[in-house]
């Protein structure tokens, strides 16, 4: 693996945008950035990201970059790679890089359709589990439970859709998930994704202060927590092989899981749920944690 302190010290964020203090998209751009080596089109639907780009004439990213329509980002992405084909070149990155809202929701068809095509581009959906751009709306990626502007009263009724297990029916040659709180994991796999062909897809967790309500301070240390407690799991599928990757493997091979009330407690957006909604998020986090590790056991066997 990487060494934090091995990164490329070239910057493709500039100093200074417009994502908020202590935004974990912001954290996680820079480091995806850094693994691309500048040397990418970014194709990006209306989010965070977009605000985090700028407005023309100015920009605070130095990358080529298309701003695309929200239903569009895989097709449009598919169209820069036949024209890069046409034009006979092979040293640049397509990526299409989209929030959960523009990804499980609103992108989710043609995203499909590029993957069954095994178009040559890298797919990444940074997750922030919810609209945050318009301020904070649901989306099928927030989880159970969430208060969000548009699930006020009771938070949100449904389980957190999964995006990557989606992906993973398409038979990719690459799936992965990550976090910002372990730059050192995902830049490894934005640079294995990169120098992969056909459709390569990675959900990176964004954490969020505004929209999941902590303390700008604390980016890292929640996207630690969330990992510590299994709200999020780190893996990667090369060619069909499942594995455990960083803190999730260690946690795995040596230790447990802590209890995901320490994560709902970390977080304002939680503070509502009732006694029957924590069992049951704890119940489904604690499954899903024994499918992952037994699948990872199978292929340390
Ligand atoms: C067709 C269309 N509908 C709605 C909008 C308004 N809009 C802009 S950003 C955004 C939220 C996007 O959410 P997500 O993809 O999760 O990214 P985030 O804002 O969380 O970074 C919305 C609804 C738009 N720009 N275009
Ligand atoms: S609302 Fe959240 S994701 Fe958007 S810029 Fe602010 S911290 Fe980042
Ligand atoms: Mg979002």
Redesign the pocket.
């Known amino acids: 693996m990487t060494n934090l302190i091995d990164l490329p010290g070239e910057e493709y964020m500039l100093p200074g945008n417009r994502a908020c203090a202590g935004c974990g998209?912001a954290l996680a751009y820079r480091y995806i950035l850094k693994a691309l080596d500048g040397r990418a089109i970014m194709c990006v639907p209306?989010?965070?990201?977009t605000v985090l780009g700028g407005m023309y004439p100015v920009s605070s990213v130095r990358m080529p970059w298309l701003n695309v329509?929200?239903p569009s980002t895989a097709a449009t992405a598919s169209g820069v790679v036949a024209g890069l084909k046409a034009l006979g070149r092979k040293d640049v990155t397509v990526v299409a890089m989209?929030?959960?809202?523009?990804?499980v929701d609103i992108g989710i068809q043609a995203l499909s359709g590029a993957a069954e095509r095994n178009t040559d581009l890298l797919y990444i959906c940074y997750d922030?589990e919810?609209?945050?751009?318009?301020g904070v709306q649901r989306?099928s990626a927030t989880p159970k439970g969430v208060k969000t502007t548009t699930t006020p009263v009771g938070g949100k009724r449904e389980h957190k859709k999964d995006m990557a297990g989606i992906m993973e029916a398409h038979h990719l040659a690459y799936i992965a998930t990550a976090s910002p709180a372990f730059p050192d994991d995902l830049y490894d796999k934005v640079r294995k994704a990169r120098d992969m062909r056909g459709t390569r897809y990675i959900h990176v967790y964004a954490p969020c202060p505004p929209g999941w309500l902590f303390h700008t301070k604390d980016t890292v240390n929640v996207g630690r927590i969330s990992v510590e407690t299994g709200a999020v799991v780190l893996y990667e599928i090369e060619d069909g092989a499942f594995r455990l990757t960083g803190l999730s493997k260690e946690i795995a091979d040596f230790d447990e899981l802590k209890p995901l009330t320490t994560y709902l407690e970390c977080q304002g957006r939680f503070r509502d749920l009732d006694a029957a909604t924590i069992e049951e998020l704890e119940t489904r986090v604690a499954r899903r944690w024994d499918r992952y590790v037994a699948r990872d056991e199978e292929a340390d066997a």
């Not at 989209?98 to 990804?103: F, K």
């Not at 919810?130 to 318009?134: E, V």
């Open positions: 998209l209306a989010s965070c990201l329509t929200f989209a929030g959960d809202g523009g990804t922030n919810a609209y945050m751009n318009t989306s």
